[in-house]
């Protein structure tokens, strides 16, 4: 009976020792995360690229390219009406976001991965500018998605894709600060788990810009994100009235990568490059470069189940389609509306003439 009493202790003491070395045994791993904007506004996007081409053949042709890339997880953006041509080819990727709608309608945003995705969520920003001016950026429904991704049995990673209000003229300008600010506090309501976390997509932001909405201030400093272009490649500096920080370093693109380690596994950026993803003369179907990025990942710690797991939902095109009718009438109504903006595009038309920059 004692004999019994000792085995049971043991495995007893054991146990415990068994589930922190599972987790904290300092193992490694590479993760590779793709952000592109496939450039798929109908007809805009079909001038955007070196090659004219058709929305769906444009939408198909990336497709292709991108389920050869060397990605592990993908964010697209202005993926609307072509998104179907797109999905069908990329095979490689079974997990995946479904679609929310075309141009007049939907997002733009889509992931694609080789990694479960679960609790998918769509955020459409508070604030945008522009029916006629600006980028027209109110006539969409820009946001950013998140999805929390499985990289291994039991190990979790948060991701989310972005895309970010354009332009550089004041309005703008306001509407992405917003942009950061917004985001900056759903990741401190939603996102301080413990959990890595990843941000990718077109932030429409550059710091050789050097405009007022400033990325550091309003989204890196609120979260304890690090800029993966900053990091890698300029030094680790932020500050661009720093005598060493270099505004001509190239990288700096509107596409950019944000991250931050968390309590059970650290993130290291080892580079960030842009894939060859062209047609086989070298023709590019966006007028964005992809951007890939590669992380190290080192686990360091026993993860706590997530409280929740939920699956993509499968998407209803049907619906969509009947959404995007109604969206369709929605967006004829702004643009009359929008004729209040003249006075303003008519003002940064003479700044831009005068002083040959916007005001």
Known sequence: MKKLLCVLLSVLMLIPFACVSQASQGTNGTLKMLAYNVSGIPLVGDFQGSVFTSTNDRASKIGKLLNSSDADFIGVEEDFNG?????????????????????????????????????????????????????????????????????????????????????????????????????????????????????????????????????VTNLLEPTGLKDVWSEVYNNGLYDTSDPSFDLDSAGDTLDRVLFRSGDYMTL????????????????????????????EY?????????????????????????????WTVIRFFQLILGLTE??????????????????
Not at 274 to 284: Q, S, Y
């Open 298 to 326: 080192t686990l360091t710690g026993s993860e706590p189940v997530p409280r929740q797991l939920t699956e993509p939902e499968k998407e209803n095109e049907t619906l969509l389609n009947i959404k995007e009718i109604g």
């Open 83 to 215: 998104h179907r041509y797109l999905a069908a080819e990329m095979s490689a990727f079974p997990y995946r976001s479904a679609n929310s709608g075309g141009v007049a309608q939907g997002q733009g945003l889509n992931i694609f991965s080789v990694h479960k995705l679960y609790n998918i969520d769509r955020v459409k920003w508070n604030k945008e500018f522009g029916y006629l001016s600006g980028s027209t950026d109110a006539l969409s429904n820009k946001g950013f998605i998140y999805s929390l991704m499985e990289l291994e049995p039991g190990v979790y990673i948060n991701v989310i894709t972005l895309h970010c209000d354009a332009g550089y003229e004041p309005l703008s300008v306001a509407a992405r600060r917003d942009n950061f600010r917004q985001l900056a506090e759903y990741i401190g309501k939603n996102l301080n788990d413990g959990r890595a976390l990843i941000v990718l997509g077109d932030f429409n932001f550059k710091f050789k810009r050097q405009l007022k909405d400033d990325l």
């Open 268 to 295: 290291e950026p080892m580079s960030q490059t842009v894939p060859p993803l062209t047609g086989e003369n070298g023709e590019r179907y966006t007028d964005h470069n992809p951007m890939l990025t590669e992380f």
């Open 342 to 359: 003249l006075p303003y595009l008519i003002a940064q038309g003479i700044e831009l003439l005068i002083n040959g920059k916007m005001p």
